[in-house]
């Protein structure tokens, strides 16, 4: 299987881009990567890796998009940039997935404009991780749709649930709406609509409200991309805020250098779950293809996961079942 790597993507890139692709191939033996980006570029980076050469290629892409660059004029005027490049390599056969962690806004333009939507999806969708008690669990839309239609909520709740129980292992994801309250009359006149429409579905639960996410009282959270946003920004933000709160109180009380070391390394395994790195990056959900993204400050290992992660969607066949289900 191989898989395209956007090397030009990211706050650091080609080194992290291209580690992370070594990294990848060490742990995955049938994997071979294509490297996107400035050839020269990529080429002196993996001068200071040993591996094997068989297993990556380059596929020279030398225009770069920035990561603050308006998305739809990036992906019209730079097409010979390295998301474009990568993408049209995937839709061509030449990959199986296109993966990076560069400009998001473009990434998904190019991916909805090069690969287009699957057959009976009106709009893809931003899938993202959200920490809670019992694991990741999927929240969605995270900014791809700020305002969405109620139908479209239904379709995400179907993708959703698919990429839930192939990718994240859950057997049976249940699906729940966030609103205001719990009850079916709470919230907008949208949500009130959306609402009645997700009755349809057998694993629907209801309304959650804020309090539930970290519950998990469901395993699939529905909002639209504002609040999707807002809520994964919020709670990228939390495992800083609480060292920072730590800190002060323990300077405050005096605690001695020992006992500091322990809290800290207490809070840092507790928090585990929060490392954007253990998830690498997450799938635009509704492409035909398998194009996923990651943070920008993503680390070599973080690369490496996305990479894994690109190629388990890949052999789980989650766009043929996510089709399958639309048409059901």
Known sequence: ????????????????????AVEAIA???????????????????????TYDSERIRILDAPE????????????????????????????????????????????????IFILGKLDGVNRPTIATYFPTIKGMRLLLDAGANLELKPETYLQFAQMGTIYSRDILGIKDPTVGLINVGEEPEKGTELLKEVYQNLKELPNFKGNVEGRDI?????DIFLCDGLVGNILLKFG???????????????????????????VIKILHRSLHSFNYEHVGGVPFLGVNGVSMVGHGGSTPAAVKNMILNAAHCVEAGVNDKIVASLHN
């Open 1 to 20: 299987m191989v898989i395209a790597v956007d090397a030009a993507g990211g706050d650091f890139y080609p080194k992290n881009p291209v580690q992370g």
């Open 27 to 49: 742990d995955k033996e049938e994997l071979m990567i294509l490297l996107v980006g400035p050839e020269a570029l990529i080429t002196r980076e993996l001068q200071n890796y």
């Open 64 to 111: 770069i998009i920035d990561m603050d660059e308006s998305p739809s004029t990036a992906v019209r005027n730079k097409r010979h940039s390295s998301i474009v490049v990568g993408l049209n390599a995937h839709k061509q056969g030449d990959c199986a997935a296109f993966v990076s962690a560069g400009n998001t806004g473009a990434l998904l333009a190019a991916s």
């Open 214 to 218: 970290f519950e998990a009282s469901t």
């Open 236 to 262: 990228e933000s939390i495992p800083a805020a609480i060292q920072k709160i730590l800190g002060r109180t323990m300077k405050e009380m005096k605690v001695d250098t020992e006992t500091k070391d322990m």
